[in-house]
């Protein structure tokens, strides 16, 4: 009988658990506090995000998944940003076309 009520009550904790997530606003973790003057190799950067705000900026994501925030007025970060859209640009080019399930 014990049992029983035990498992009632985990199934009832997760229910609720999994209701009150389901409603609830996730905060966005990439928040700027600072930008950064160094240049960051283009070669150790896998991505970026453009964040607006009250504090615009590219957030550069490293290979190692380190987040950089910089100038988007920056003359580096423009070139960056456009690097970065040619290689990804590049690599979906090189993707091999499959044919079509139908």
Do not use: H
Not at 66 to 93: E, F, G, L, Y
């Amino acid at each position: 009988m014990r049992l029983l009520i035990l498992t009632c009550l985990v199934i009832c904790s997760l229910a609720a658990y999994t209701v009150e997530a389901v409603g609830t606003e996730v905060l966005e973790k990439s928040i700027c506090v600072s930008l950064t003057a160094q240049r960051l190799p283009i070669k150790k950067i896998k991505t970026y995000v453009i964040k607006e705000g009250t504090m615009k900026a590219v957030i550069f994501i490293t290979r190692r998944g380190i987040k950089i925030c910089a100038d988007p007025q920056a003359d580096w970060v423009k070139k960056a940003v456009q690097t970065i859209d040619r290689r990804n640009m590049s690599q979906t080019k090189k993707l091999p076309v499959t044919g079509f399930p139908f």
